[in-house]
């Protein structure tokens, strides 16, 4: 039995967003919240503790009327890689209950909601304000609790919740794949929910690591980029903008700082 | 006197004769505690505390092996007393008769009364417990309420297929040999948690002798361990 | 043996050893640690048997197709239903929001009669045989007094069966006034069958335009079918740079579109028409216009000579000597060397298209603009062809029976109709539902004594609230068929609450500027949640119950056996497949493609002639700009206001679900405060900066509002966003921001009566 499971397939998960085709339309976002149980409540302008694992942000390029531009940013979990064993992503580093971790069949960063005690450590520690903390006991208007979804745990007051790449959804098409005798499965079979979603079709993903995915090709592209590339947090979500001040706006770099 | 008082004295007149016995060790060699004395202190000052504790430490034990599980689980009935023996002999497929996947590798789990009316539809038997199935689920269109043993918490993630398509492991090694079963046990809820006793497992003590004695994580992480699955986070947690 | 200290301590001793060699700490520690875990106010989802169902949203008019995913009987998410022809696996965020609308608390869990107040919200539960008893009866009672006419009818600007059913209704009982709310679809209906000879909505072929030349259009905020507009525009955005596509965005603010768009063409609130005349000036002049199509296929574009001898000016000579670039120039506020570019590049354009329809395209407009922009999709050929716009084809259902009509209904249904639509007045035009208000509150009588409201929420988007609010006043009786509890709704003195769209079965048409006919069908995804009913049931139980001819007209036994019958031969195949479409539709080719009188594409539309007396004829007939003023002076109003539509903000009949609220940003909402768009060199005048208060005016309304400085937005205009403000609802909705409707008054297009609202002056207080 030993020697399946040594031979099991790992994947690298990641994600390529095409900044050039993302209308900011927000389906991203929503679909995350109906897929994963995220709860809402009436007031959620405070945007610090509005609980929004994907969100959309928008950035100008700072120019007055009429040469003003605007570009919107989905940001989800970037499931950092960090560098070799001695180096993992922020927020794994920082946790003190190991209840985020990087999972090694898949790359993506975890979160265990009832191993987590909320120290919030790891939302200080991530660079990308990916990471959410439960102000308030989750509550669903009566009646509107019978639309959750059965394969993410609905989370408790005190915890720190964050984006999963809809790792159910991974579950999901193993089982298909099982069920079928497979142990394999395909690109289309796992998708998040948002990049299945979005109507601009700007969100692929799939598992960088492969070259039949669309990501793969999608990375090295010359447009691709990530968020803060220079802190070495080593993201797996990339993104495509043919605009250069896009590009220069999202790695914060400084006037005064070298620009390759 | 009282026992303090005695005991001050007793300790000191001990110190004086340790004193003087160290000095004088070689001529007094012949001086011995008077038994008298050494009994009533014997008793005093090992026997009876020796009880008065294992009193408490047999009660405590007691309350702790015997009370303890007692108070803790609360026993409710199945509301049919099903036969899994009977089932399985005649069925064709085994345990998967009932308890399916479905095409896309879910697993249907207990089934419904929809299930069961694949058969029994009206009543094909004679005993009094199939007539309960009929009567009071199937014709009005009711679920069954089953008490489910081997219900886990919701953070918990367990795929069937993974485990029975894919490692080929047997129904038994987690759920026992419950396909021999004549009658179903009586569910024991556990009254903090809300879960069947199954899942601790039915000695308290927690030690188990069969792979299916126990489903608590431990379990799990030591068979994935053993079997070399993985044993990240997210493999058996949502 | 007494009990002292000593033999405490002792027997504690042992108490504990017997203890922690005991199972009871180690099970209890592990039993509370799960107790902590499984706090019983957090939900557990149940699970269940997964399955999914297909069916089509009909929150908007997109009709995207949906796959429901259902874990036992619970619905527990919307998906895009892969390979549907319109959305093909994708979804927009109101739709994927639709579960929150079928389990929400503002569903109306069964009929209501109104036991307080209008608009208290006291309302009395009563049966289903109670609630139609008393409409039946208020319904005859009217008709005995031969007051049939006075029963109003609001219903969505749907095609479908339903909204059919309830004109039917209205047609058999005896009254005239059946309205469908207002959409920008009417406008193009009108401008199309005038031009075309067909009225119907435009179709666009997005996807192979090549240039794409938006008046206003929010072509990724929600305009046509959302979904399929935005994955046009993915198309557009292809990195192979032959292929990529350019799009440019006439609009005063930096709006979504205009933020993806090649290039922003800033223009003065409500001046588009002038621009799109500006580059018919430049591309006639240039003769840059597709000679074959304009030769031999378009009546008057030469000036021409009638039959009795006169003599008409052309559209060519209208532009060539009234839309010169300078002169644009000043109306526009763009300068003329970019309206030449501008013109230039989009007639040389391989597939050039202009698009027409602020924002969502939920709202009227002029009918004058509406032409001037179908005017440059003629003047490029871009008809019935690749690439270019045709009139929207739709898939043909079976016709129902002619309504015969008894005496009462046919002298109530031949009264003049309230909202004066097919007047002389008003020829070309079906409903006009934006001048009911008005036409209710100018009449002293009751001149509407009965209201039905279906799938609509007249309270809350008909522009200029507060003459809304009057106008409901003056109607005795409204009863309401809607789903949740809106504004109209809590106005109302019945309640028939309809199912939801995914508990009902109901036909939907040809989502609005699809070029390929498709119809398709909403199925029961889950039973009924409430004690509802569905609209179309109630309104055939309640004309049955009238008896007589009224009831006559209805011979189906109910809505699922009527819907079954009118899709005739289709309905097997929308049962099983769940739509039907006509993939290999082709407009008809530029011979056969105009049914209007000249037989030609009209630049002069002779069916004008008789309208509108005040403008001298050949103008009345032609495209033109004539500024639509909003009211108020700019002395007093120094300030524009136009609405900011959202993708994001559900501005119709149906509340914005929690989810979509929960995603928009802080520069639109902070607590239950709006805010609007001002150029920081607007507001410096002011003296405003980022977050103040002011409040906001125009002639019809004020309003206590935020300021959020933007560069995108040209100075001296405000934006404020369009759907929040709603007072029904829930917590999650009500009493949010600014009604934007409230602020802007009706500005009736002089020529169609239809709306030309665009926005409001206004003025700005600092507090």
Redesign the interface.
């Known amino acids: 039995m030993k020697d399946i499971h040594s031979e099991q397939k790992t994947y690298k998960f990641g994600m390529v967003i095409d900044l050039d085709k993302c209308t900011g339309c927000g389906a991203c976002m929503v679909a995350c919240m109906a897929e994963n149980n995220v709860s809402f409540r009436a007031d959620e302008t405070d945007k610090l503790r509005s609980i929004t694992w994907m969100r959309v942000y928008k950035m100008t390029n700072g120019l007055p009327f009429p040469d003003t531009e605007v570009c919107y940013i989905p940001r989800p979990c970037m499931h950092c890689e960090g560098s070799g064993h001695h180096r993992p992503a922020p927020c794994i580093a920082v946790c003190p209950a190991t209840a985020t971790d990087r999972d090694h069949e898949t790359g993506i960063v975890s979160q265990i909601y009832t191993r987590c005690f909320g120290c919030r450590y790891c939302m200080a520690a991530c660079p990308y304000h990916a990471r959410y903390f439960n102000w308030w006991d989750p509550k669903w208007p009566k009646g509107m609790e019978k639309y959750l979804n059965p394969d993410v745990s609905p989370r408790m007051r005190g915890v720190v919740e964050k984006c999963s790449f809809c790792y159910h959804r991974f579950q999901r098409a193993k089982n298909k794949a099982y069920a079928e005798g497979r142990r394999e499965i395909r690109e289309d079979e796992y998708q998040t929910a948002c990049a299945q979603a979005c109507p601009a079709g700007a969100i692929t993903f799939g598992d960088l690591n492969n070259p039949q995915h669309a990501v793969y090709k999608l990375k090295n592209s010359p447009n691709a980029f990530r968020i803060l590339e220079k802190l070495g947090t080593n993201p797996k979500v990339y993104y495509l903008s043919t605009k250069e001040w896009v590009r220069r706006g999202v790695d914060h770099y400084l006037e005064e700082e070298a620009q390759d | 006197m009282s026992a303090t008082e005695e005991k001050e004295q007793a300790v000191s007149g001990q110190a004086e004769q340790g004193k003087e016995g160290g000095e004088q060790a070689a001529g007094r060699a012949e001086i011995k505690p008077t038994s008298t004395l050494s009994r009533a202190k014997l008793l005093k000052f090992l026997v009876l505390p020796l009880l008065v504790f294992g009193a408490g430490f047999v009660v405590n034990l007691f309350i702790g092996w015997v009370i303890f599980p007692r108070l803790l689980y609360s026993e409710k009935d199945q509301p049919i007393d099903f036969s899994h023996k009977i089932h399985v002999e005649a069925v064709e497929e085994g345990c998967e008769s009932c308890h399916f996947f479905g095409e896309d590798g879910t697993f249907s789990g207990v089934p419904g009364a929809e299930k069961c009316a694949e058969c029994h539809e009206e009543r094909i038997g004679i005993h009094p417990e199939e007539a309960k199935l009929v009567e009071e689920y199937i014709l009005p269109g009711k679920e069954i309420p089953w008490h489910i043993y081997a219900r886990q918490p919701n953070c918990v993630y367990f795929s069937h297929a993974a485990h029975i398509k894919m490692a080929k492991l047997e129904c038994v090694t987690c759920h026992g040999p419950v396909g021999e079963s004549i009658h179903v046990k009586r569910y024991q809820q556990n009254r903090i948690t809300g879960y069947s006793r199954d899942i601790w497992g039915w000695r308290i003590s927690g030690i188990k002798t069969n792979s299916w004695d126990r489903m608590k994580m431990d379990d799990c992480a030591d068979c994935h361990k053993k079997s070399g699955a993985r044993n990240d986070c997210f493999v058996c947690h949502k | ?1 007494k009990l ?1 200290r ?2 405490f301590v ?10 922690t ?8 520690t ?3 640690a ?2 902590t ?3 019983s ?10 399955s999914s169902v297909n069916s089509v949203c009909n929150l908007c008019p997109g009709g995207c197709g949906i796959t429901v995913r259902k ?1 036992g009987d ?7 239903r892969h390979g549907y022809p319109v ?1 093909n ?5 109101l739709g ?2 639709g ?2 609308l ?4 503002w ?1 109306i869990p069964s009929p209501l009669r109104r036991a307080g107040k209008r608009g208290e919200g006291i309302w009395e539960k009563i049966s289903w045989e109670d609630a139609i008893t008393q409409v039946v009866q208020k319904l005859r009672a009217l008709r005995q007094k031969g007051e049939s006419h006075k029963v109003a009818c609001i219903s969505g600007p749907n095609s479908g069966t339903v909204s059919q059913l309830f004109a039917r209704f209205l047609k058999a009982y005896g009254s005239p006034n059946f309205v469908q709310m207002a959409s920008g679809r009417d406008t193009e209906e009108l401008a199309m069958g005038l031009m075309h000879g067909t009225a119907s909505p435009v179709a666009y072929d997005l996807e192979h335009a090549s240039f794409i030349l938006s008046f206003g259009s929010g072509l ?1 905020e929600g305009w046509g079918s ?2 399929r507009v ?2 046009a ?2 198309i557009w ?1 292809t ?1 192979n740079l032959k292929e990529r596509a350019t799009v440019v965005q006439i609009e005063p603010r ?1 709006s ?1 579109t205009a ?2 768009a090649d290039n ?1 063409y ?1 223009v003065r609130p409500g001046t588009e028409a002038a621009l799109a005349l500006g580059l018919a000036h430049v591309i006639v002049k240039e003769s840059l216009y597709e000679h074959r199509f304009i030769d031999n296929y378009t009546f008057g574009f030469e000036d021409w000579t009638d039959s009795s001898g006169g003599n008409h000016i052309g559209f060519k000579r209208l532009v060539l000597t009234k839309y010169a670039p300078e002169a644009v120039s000043q109306v526009t506020g763009l300068p003329p060397r970019k309206i030449i570019d501008l013109a230039r590049k989009f007639a040389k354009a391989k597939r050039p298209l202009a698009t027409w329809g602020r924002g969502k395209g939920s709202r009227q407009g002029s009918l004058y603009e509406c032409m001037a922009v179908h005017a440059l999709n003629a003047l490029v050929g871009n008809i019935n062809r690749e690439g270019g716009i045709c009139p929207q084809p739709e898939v043909s259902t079976r016709t129902w029976p002619e309504v015969e009509q008894d005496e009462i209904a046919r002298s109530g249904f031949g009264m003049p109709r309230l909202d004066g639509a097919g007047t002389d007045r008003y020829l070309h035009v079906k409903y006009l539902p934006e001048r009911l208000p008005q036409a209710i509150n100018e009449q002293q009588a009751g001149a509407v004594q009965a209201l039905l409201v279906h799938e609509a929420n007249p309270y809350y988007t008909m522009l200029d609230s507060t003459a809304v609010a009057e106008a409901f006043e003056r109607i005795p009786f409204v009863v309401s068929f809607s789903t949740y509890l809106d504004e109209t709704a809590q106005h109302a003195d019945i309640i028939l609450p309809n199912h939801h769209c995914l508990e009902r079965w109901e036909d939907f048409h040809t989502p609005i500027g699809l070029q390929k006919p498709i119809l398709a069908l909403l199925r029961p995804v889950v039973p009924p ?1 409430f004690d509802t009913r569905h609209a179309g049931d109630v309104i055939i139980n309640i004309a049955k119950r009238l008896g007589g001819s009224v009831a006559k007209a209805f011979p189906w036994k109910d809505y699922e056996t009527l819907l079954k019958w009118t899709m005739g031969d289709k309905w097997n195949t929308l049962e099983k497949r769940g739509f039907v479409q006509e993939a290999n539709y082709k407009p008809p080719a530029w011979e056969e493609a105009f049914k209007t009188s000249s037989g030609k594409f009209e630049f002069y539309v002779k069916a004008l002639e008789r309208q509108g007396a005040s403008q001298p004829q050949d103008i009345r007939c032609l495209p033109h700009y004539k500024t639509v003023e909003p009211e108020g002076d700019h002395a007093n109003y120094p300030l524009t206001l136009i609405p900011a539509e959202s ?2 903000l559900a501005n119709g009949a149906i509340g914005n679900p ?10 639109v ?4 405060d709006l805010f609007v768009e001002i ?3 607007t507001a410096s005048n002011y003296g405003l900066s980022e977050g103040d208060s002011i409040i906001l005016e125009t002639p019809k309304a004020r309003a206590k509002v935020l300021v959020h400085l ?6 001296e205009v405000i934006a404020i966003p369009s759907g929040l403000g709603h007072t029904a609802y ?3 909705l009500a009493h949010k921001g600014v009604n934007a409707n409230k602020l802007m008054g009706v500005v009736e297009d002089p020529v169609s009566g239809l709306s030309a609202t665009w926005g409001a002056r206004a003025r700005i207080i600092k507090v």
């Open positions: 043996m002292d000593r033999t002792q027997f504690s001793l042992g108490s504990a050893a017997g203890i060699l005991s199972p009871l700490p180690w099970k209890l592990d039993d509370i799960i107790w875990q499984n706090w106010w957090v939900p557990v989802p149940e699970r269940g048997e997964v874990v619970r619905c527990t998410k919307i998906e895009g959305n696996g994708s979804i927009c965020i994927e929001s579960l929150q079928l389990y929400g608390p569903r990724i959302p979904v935005i994955k525009h993915s955005r990195r930096l979504r933020a993806k922003w800033p949640q993708i994001r929690p989810f979509c609220t929960k995603a928009l940003p802080d520069t909402l902070k607590g239950n150029n920081p060199k933007f560069e995108g937005i040209m100075p829930d917590e999650f």
